[in-house]
């Protein structure tokens, strides 16, 4: 519907344009006749249009009203786009947020890093400390993170224990002993899924 | 007839506002649901600053630690009570008060004694613990008092 009466718009206007200017017409004819078959045919078709409503008085008339109700359409597109876009942007926030809190993961980084962190605060050179982190594993699995040697990390340099539960992101969280850690060990199934590692003296001295 | 037309768009171009204050009340309607179905906050300041104290007394008693000389106590408290001050400059606060002095002695880390004391006011404050020790330098006893703090939350990052 709006395709033909888009169609009949333009081909108004074009007869408006030929009414005012009639030379041109004449020219273009012309030219179009001289160089392509299927242009003239379009050509006289406009042709025949203009003869049917050359003498109407309500053929301007009709056109502008068209025109007015294509740029209502057009008005009405845009405010619609801006309230389909602040809802996008908002559905977009909010499942971002709900998927992020999705089994608790966004808690659980927090818990196990502030838990880890205090376990090595306590900790001295030489000790083995070993962690039930059966809770982790279950909601990196629900999470579909690829590999669990990816859920724990430590970065000796900086003191930092990082924990990945979901895609995308993990929670690091600053221990103050300045103590190093290795032999990092994620032990499965015996008979819950364990986290071990050790304590070591700190290899560099920081300033 | 035209005034009025435009009257009316002014009037649906208003309608935005009721839009976006619907947004809110759902958006905040489902923040506080989700935290509070989840509970995300666990606040571990008080005992990250609770841990940096019995650390720092504990050090105390077992070393000799120099309080003459400032530099050489920092360089103590690292080495000694291996404590990373690269992390207690960025997240902790470690006050320490000789005697009876109004002055801090020593102060490594972001905040003050003032902002401890007012932590209960401000959620953005340092949790804090103080202790007292009593240590003898030269055949005189020496009270320091220990201000320890914490204001470190979790970091998140991409991965």
């Known amino acids: ?207 | 007839m035209i005034t009025k037309n435009k009257k009316a768009q002014t009037g649906d171009m208003l309608m935005v506002f009721a839009f976006i204050f619907l947004l809110f009340i759902i958006g905040t309607g489902i923040y506080f649901g989700t935290s509070l179905f989840f509970s995300s906050n666990y606040d571990f300041r008080k005992i990250d600053a609770e841990l940096l104290n019995k650390k720092l007394l504990s050090c105390f008693k077992e070393n000799n630690l120099n309080l003459e000389n400032l530099e050489s106590l920092k360089g103590e408290i690292s080495t000694l009570c291996k404590i990373n001050p690269q992390v207690v400059k960025d997240y902790m606060l470690i006050i320490i008060f000789k005697d009876s002095s109004i002055e801090p002695f020593l102060k490594i880390g972001k905040g003050d004694e003032t902002s401890c004391l007012l932590e209960d006011k401000n959620i953005n404050f340092p949790k804090c613990i103080t202790s007292e020790i009593v240590k003898s330098y030269n055949n005189q006893k020496t009270t320091l008092k220990i201000i320890t703090g914490s204001n470190q939350n979790s970091r998140e990052k991409l991965a």
């Open chain 1, 1 to 207: 519907m709006v395709l033909v009466v888009e169609e009949a718009v333009f081909k108004m206007s074009r007869i408006v344009f030929f009414r005012k200017f009639p030379n041109l017409i004449h020219e273009k004819e012309k030219t179009i006749l001289e160089h392509n078959k299927n242009q003239r045919f379009l050509c006289h078709q406009n042709m025949k249009y203009f003869e049917v409503i050359k003498n109407s008085e309500h053929a301007l008339e009709f056109i502008s009203r068209v025109l007015d109700m294509n740029k209502k359409a057009s008005q009405t597109l845009w405010e619609n786009t801006i309230y389909i876009v602040l809802a996008v942007v908002f559905f977009s926030t909010v499942l971002y947020f709900v998927l992020n809190n999705q089994f608790g993961s966004s808690f659980y980084e927090n818990y196990y890093s502030k838990e880890i962190s205090r376990a090595i605060n306590l900790a001295k050179p030489g000790d083995n400390i070993t962690l039930d982190v059966q809770k982790a594993t279950e909601i990196a699995q629900k999470n579909k993170l690829q590999s669990f040697s990816e859920i724990f990390s430590f970065d000796n340099t900086n003191n930092e224990i990082c924990v990945k539960l979901s895609l995308g992101r993990k929670k690091c969280y600053s221990y103050f002993n300045n103590v190093g850690i290795t032999n990092l060990q994620l032990k499965l199934a015996e008979p819950i899924n364990i986290l071990s590692f050790t304590i070591t003296e700190k290899q560099e001295q920081l300033n």
